[in-house]
């Protein structure tokens, strides 16, 4: 009888670039994800992080059930123990693998369409794993076939629940404010888009033990991995047109749209009107910086400017950092940053393993509008300061060149500065940008900030006419 590794074929290094990315692994099921390599992943992600116990948890794709069973297989035979917790969103595994203290994976492939599928690797409390702090290491294993330890025994592999419990923890982090003295609490209507994702299984059982508060407007909570009504990606601002008309027609007190893993979350006021991340990072900042006056606030480098100036103005020390939870979570940790967010919905906690829990944000908006009397846009009219065009894709030939041409437009411009940090940013008194590549996909990301709306208008329609001639 041939050995487990003699019975799976390791891919070559060109197939294992097209799914090997920055910080997760990622592809379209079964052409360049399949059970085999899942397998293979599976070993060497064990060997790697060298536990006695791995978790594993899984989105609602309908190839996720045969790639975490593969997986978990490879796991075992390296004779490493499994938990696997089930259907979860990936801020449910960070839970369990900072709750548990294990090394975890997380069968996902987020926003992307159904064809794909994906796994987020962590260490032990939701430390990440990304290209440089064992992502490659994985792959190079899984390149050379993953061998199996000599006199390895096989691995157990149990199950378990953690969304209760998981649920609970949230609501001790950010609980709903009781009503001032001769005022009963505020109760909020809430209109929630799961997207057919995994906010469907979350949400419910975070928010109904704030039934007597919060009255849930559900749209789309059917887990669906096909995405039968729109997909599970809400920074596409068409995605969150259902969501917007509804709360409209509910007259809500605001809306959540998640993404398919439901780690991240955006915000739609009561007026119908999608909030930009920026906005929702700078109240949750302001928030955190009221329970620890001084610490550090992490932002990307493609957040508003607003961002570090209410920072500033809250007391605390704003920090610039790449886009990608990899670098967000490290810079967190050397800094020891109580919170952290990014333009794309990504909000980070020091309280949850520096981890980012969309689910967790959500809960600091709902508090925040409980505790006060106005509408959800009078509340944030202070943290909103400057226009911004949101997150603009296009399909480039030569990224490259594109970057280049872009540089060379700019570079001699009066007030104008310049840096690499991540792709291109341009800075300027009155507007700025950053065009960067995607890490998960062929295109380049522009994001453009005015003082004001024709400021904004004019520098967005100068970058793209750079970014697309004679480069699509």
Not at 253 to 262: E, S, V
Not at 289 to 314: F, M, Y
Not at 431 to 456: C, I, K, M, Q, Y
Request: hydrophobic fraction near 45%; aromatic fraction near 6%.
């Amino acid at each position: 009888m041939a050995s487990a590794q003699e019975e799976i074929r390791s891919p070559d290094a060109v197939a294992l670039d097209r799914v090997f990315k920055a910080y997760d692994v990622r592809g379209l099921v079964p052409d360049e994800l399949d059970a085999d390599l899942a397998r293979l992943i599976g070993r060497a992600f064990a060997q790697v992080v060298g536990a006695d116990r791995v978790v594993v948890g899984h989105d609602m794709r309908p190839s996720s059930p045969e790639l975490v069973g593969a997986f978990a297989e490879g796991v075992t035979e390296c004779g490493t123990d499994v938990v696997l917790i089930g259907l979860a969103s990936t801020d449910g595994l960070y839970f369990a693998s900072g709750r548990l203290e294990l090394p975890g994976a997380m069968f996902t492939a987020s926003h992307n369409p159904a064809a794909y599928n994906g796994i987020k690797m962590c260490r032990a409390r939701a430390l990440p794993i990304g290209r440089d702090t064992g992502l490659a290491e994985i792959r190079e294993l899984v390149l050379a076939g993953a061998p199996v330890p000599e006199g390895a025994t096989t691995g157990r592999i149990v199950t378990t629940d953690v969304l209760e419990e998981y649920a609970a923890h949230l609501l001790t982090l950010s609980p709903l404010p009781a009503g001032a003295e001769g005022r009963a609490a505020r109760r909020l209507r809430v209109v929630v888009d799961a997207g057919n994702g995994m906010a469907g299984h979350t949400v419910p059982a975070v928010l109904e033990p704030l039934r007597d508060r919060v009255d849930l407007v559900p749209l789309y909570f059917e887990l669906d991995g096909t995405f039968p009504n729109h997909e599970a990606n809400p920074i596409d601002p068409s995605t969150l047109v259902d969501l917007e008309e509804r709360v409209r027609a509910e007259r809500a007190d605001l809306g959540l749209a998640f993404d398919g893993d439901a780690d991240r979350c955006f915000v739609v006021d009561e007026r119908g009107r999608a909030v930009p991340p920026s906005t929702v990072t700078a109240l949750i900042a302001a928030r955190e910086l009221a329970k620890e006056p001084g610490a550090t606030v992490i932002h990307n480098l493609i957040t508003s400017r607003a961002v570090p100036e209410i920072v500033r103005e809250h007391g605390g020390t704003p920090v610039r950092t790449r886009v990608g939870h990899s670098f967000i979570k490290a810079t967190m940790a050397e800094t020891d940053a109580i919170f952290g967010g990014e333009h794309s919905g990504h909000f980070y906690f020091r309280e949850f393993w520096r981890a980012d829990s969309g689910m967790l944000a959500a809960l600091h908006v709902l508090a925040a509008l409980a505790g006060s009397e106005g509408p959800l846009s009078a509340l944030l009219a202070d943290y909103e300061r400057y226009p911004v065009s949101g997150e603009i894709n296009s399909e480039v030939a030569d990224v490259p060149a594109v970057l280049a041409a872009v540089e060379q437009a700019y570079a001699d411009l009066p007030g104008v500065s310049l840096d690499r940090l991540d792709g291109l940013s341009v800075e300027h008194a009155d507007w700025s940008f950053n065009v960067r590549p995607s890490n998960t996909e062929p295109l380049l990301r522009l994001n453009v900030e005015g003082r004001d709306l024709p400021t904004l208008t004019r520098v967005r329609d100068e970058a793209l006419a750079l970014i697309r001639k004679d480069h699509r």
